[in-house]
């Protein structure tokens, strides 16, 4: 467990590293750190086709940049349509009343948005096939999935759930202007990263309350994701992530240079999402029962008693009081024998009690 909690630490450095201080392009290509949505670029088309961007000093020939994502309705576009809606419904109807289901998407999601963002990144300018940049990230979150399932899996999911709810909050507010809200990408990041931590810090008293938020963050991020790539295609919420995980120099001039500006429908489908977190969160903790798979050694319930609702009373030792006292009330000051029959006769009652009902129900 104490491995798993230091996952907080290098996966936030992980999703802080593919930003860049200058206007976020990478720091190892000099060449291009001048290079931004504004600059005056000489664009040149081949008679082949091939684009290439020239500053002055640097050429580098362009590729297409659909990262996988498809175009229109073909094959890789309608994968992930159906990716993002068979991992947002669960999230957002049974993010705690499924809690290995959400165990199991949080660790497989980081493994396809790790993939998916390294393909991105060091794709040559003749691009690698739609359906490789989709389909290895996807069969690569069955694994995670997986591993999440089970017990050793259970710590790690929840934190990186926390974590990658920090992020989907992020990523849609710098989404709502043009270009991002932070023009340094980096501090785009930094936004996302804010949110993650302060989930994580309910962790340790209040599990259930930090995955609620989380399965409910993430949940809406991606239907509304999937609802979007339905309506807008790749021109939505689709260009947004591209333009914000996308710092490829063979991608710059249809990432960068082009710029983000967010279609009127996707602005409403990210504040609606928003809008709808507080919502589904509240409704997972205070509707759903707890479950054992919360709960720690010396914590029944799994978390501290919070101001929404207090811990039931001991029933069992006051019902056994209440009971004696009626038995006795008017008779004689029962002796020590007489006390310990009553309670030998009711033992037997209660364990035949119990032979009965487990008969009929199994």
Excluded at 214 to 220: E, N, Y
Excluded at 308 to 318: A, D, N, S, T, Y
Excluded at 330 to 346: C, G, K, M, T
Aim: hydrophobic share 50%.
């Amino acid at each position: 467990m104490v491995t798993a909690a230091r996952l907080v630490a290098p996966w936030a450095w992980l999703f802080l590293l593919a930003a860049s201080p200058v206007h976020g392009i990478p720091a190892m290509m000099p060449g291009l750190t001048v290079l931004t949505a504004r600059a005056d670029l000489q664009v040149n088309v081949s008679s082949d086709g091939i684009v290439t961007v020239w500053n002055g000093n640097t050429t580098v020939a362009q590729g297409a940049a659909t990262d996988g994502g498809g175009s229109g309705y073909n094959a890789p576009a309608v994968l992930w349509i159906i990716y993002c809606f068979l991992l947002g419904v669960p999230l957002v109807i049974g993010g705690l009343m499924l809690p290995r289901i959400t165990t199991g998407v949080a660790i497989g999601l980081t493994v396809t948005v790790s993939m998916w963002a390294a393909f991105i990144n060091t794709e040559p300018a003749n691009d690698l096939p739609e359906l490789v940049i989709t389909l290895i990230p996807m069969l690569l979150f069955f694994p995670g999935f997986a591993f999440g399932l089970y017990e050793y899996g259970r710590l790690a999911g929840v934190i990186l759930i926390c974590i990658a709810s920090g992020f989907s909050w992020g990523v849609r507010i710098c989404m709502f202007a043009p270009n991002l809200a932070v023009k340094e990408l980096w501090g785009s990041w930094l936004i996302g990263t804010a949110f993650a931590l302060v989930n994580v810090c309910l962790i340790p008293h209040w599990e259930r309350i930090a995955v609620a938020i989380g399965s409910a963050s993430v949940g809406t991020f991606f239907v509304a994701l999937g609802i979007d790539l339905f309506v807008n295609k790749q021109s939505g919420m689709s260009f947004g992530l591209r333009y914000a995980f996308d710092r490829n120099m063979y991608h710059y001039y249809a990432i960068v240079y082009h710029g983000w500006k967010p279609p009127v429908s996707t602005i409403v489908l990210m504040a609606v999402s928003l809008a709808l977190i507080p919502i589904i969160a509240f409704a997972q903790y205070r509707f759903y029962p707890r479950l054992s798979f919360f709960r720690r050694p010396g914590n029944e319930h799994g978390e501290t008693a919070s101001i929404l609702e207090e811990k039931e009373p001991p029933h069992i030792e006051v019902y056994r009081v209440i009971k004696a006292r009626k038995v006795f009330a008017h008779s004689a000051p029962p002796s020590n024998d007489s006390l310990d029959s009553y309670w030998i006769a009711r033992s037997r009652r209660q364990s035949t009690a119990t032979t009965d009902r487990g008969s009929w129900r199994y």
